[in-house]
C-alpha cells in the first residue's frame, strides 16, 4: 500500500510519463452493510459518497485512489420486513487505492476494479454468529464492477463492495459517477 501510494505523489509531481490523462472521479449512492453470516438475513441501507483521483495508464488500465465515507443503519427489520435483533451498521471514512481494467468498447465499456484500504470509524456486528462493536480503523478490499458509458467513458454506473474481515461484514453501495478530466 505504501509503495502504491509513493508511486502515485511521485507520479503526480514529477509528471511521469506512464499516466496519458488525469481525471476526478465523484460517486454518489444507495449504501448497505450486510454480515458475514446471520440467521435473520439482514441489509442495512443508507448513504455512500466517493471521490477517485484517476490515473489513466492505457485504453484499458486505471490506477485509482480514492477517499470517501459511507453511513448505514439499521431499522430492526430483516429483508422479509420481520422484527430483528442482528445489525450491521457501519460509519467509516473510505481511504486508499484500486486498479481497474475495463474493456476499451466505444460508448458502453464494462470494468472491475480492486484494490487494497483502510476504514476510519464505527462499526457494528450483531448476528447469531458474531458480536463486534468497534470503533478506530481496520483495513478493507474494495471490489467494483459496472459499466462505464459515453463517448468519453465519463459516466459510471455500478456496484461497489468494501470487504472488512475483521469486524465480519461488507458495505458497499450502488453508484452513479461522473468523471471530470484534468488535462485536456
Partial sequence: MLVFLTIVLTSNFADAQFIKEKSISA???YGISVPYDSFDDIADDGFY???ELVLKITSWF???????FIITNSNGKDLNNNPTYEKAESKAFL???KARLRAPIPWVAPFIETGIGTSIGKFETLTGYHSFDKSGVIYH???AFGLELGKDHNVDLGFTYYFQPSVKQFVGAFAFGLTFPLNK
Fill in 95 to 97: 481511504l486508499g487505492g
Fill in 49 to 51: 459518497a466517493q471521490g
Fill in 62 to 68: 486505471e490506477l485509482r485512489p480514492y477517499a470517501g
Fill in 27 to 29: 460517486q454518489i449512492g
Fill in 141 to 143: 478490499i474494495p471490489f
